[in-house]
């Protein structure tokens, strides 16, 4: 069996976790609220504060880690949060946040304006730095890739977006012989 769907997981005082029919676990916090239906041939069991998963099928193996560890990112969620830090490294390269919108200047010949999700928080903290920060890993993580896909670091320069935890590897440029 799965070492990790083995594994039982903390909730906090302050969050609250519901378990509805056909699985669709609910958990609130002091940071928001996640909803979510998971396979009904799993046994999700809130005990002495804390979950735990159960599998009566072994050929689930795969599905039965991976279920503990989005309920896991859930409450952590609620309770934490997650957030995403991207550098912006060029010349004229700049963020700028207009009410829901992140408007990059990133060398084109036009502004990149990207509508913020529901549910996602953007702060520009420098016209280098953007957040990214929610509740949900899934959002937070697939938003802060939309942005650095718009203009991903190049090997050469280093100029683009990167992530504030990824490094580089920085190449040489031709030599004249």
């Known amino acids: 069996m799965s070492r990790i769907g083995k594994k039982a997981i903390k909730v906090a005082d302050a969050v609250t976790v519901t378990v509805g029919e056909e699985n669709l676990v609910t958990v609130k916090g002091p940071k928001g609220e996640i909803s979510r239906k998971f396979s009904p041939e799993f046994e999700i069991k809130l005990e002495n504060g804390e979950l735990k998963v159960t599998s009566?099928?072994?050929?689930?193996?795969?599905?039965?880690?991976?279920?503990?560890?989005l309920l896991h990112n859930m409450v952590q969620g609620v309770?934490?949060?997650?957030?995403?830090?991207?550098?912006?490294?060029?010349?004229g390269y700049r963020a700028n946040l207009q009410g829901n919108t992140l408007v990059l200047n990133l060398g084109y010949s036009h502004l990149v304006e990207m509508p913020v999700p529901k549910g996602i928080t953007v702060m520009v903290k420098s016209p280098t730095e953007v957040t990214v920060?929610?509740?949900?890993?899934?959002?937070?993580?697939q938003f802060a890739?939309?942005?650095?896909?718009?203009?991903?670091?190049?090997p050469y320069l280093g100029k683009g977006i990167r992530y504030s935890d990824e490094v580089i590897r920085r190449k040489e440029g031709k030599v004249a012989k």
């Open 145 to 154: 890739a939309e942005i650095r896909e718009k203009r991903k670091p190049e």
């Open 79 to 91: 309770s934490e949060g997650f957030s995403k830090t991207l550098l912006i490294t060029g010349v």
């Open 56 to 69: 009566p099928k072994a050929n689930l193996k795969a599905l039965y880690g991976t279920t503990t560890a």
């Open 133 to 141: 920060s929610g509740v949900d890993k899934q959002q937070v993580g």
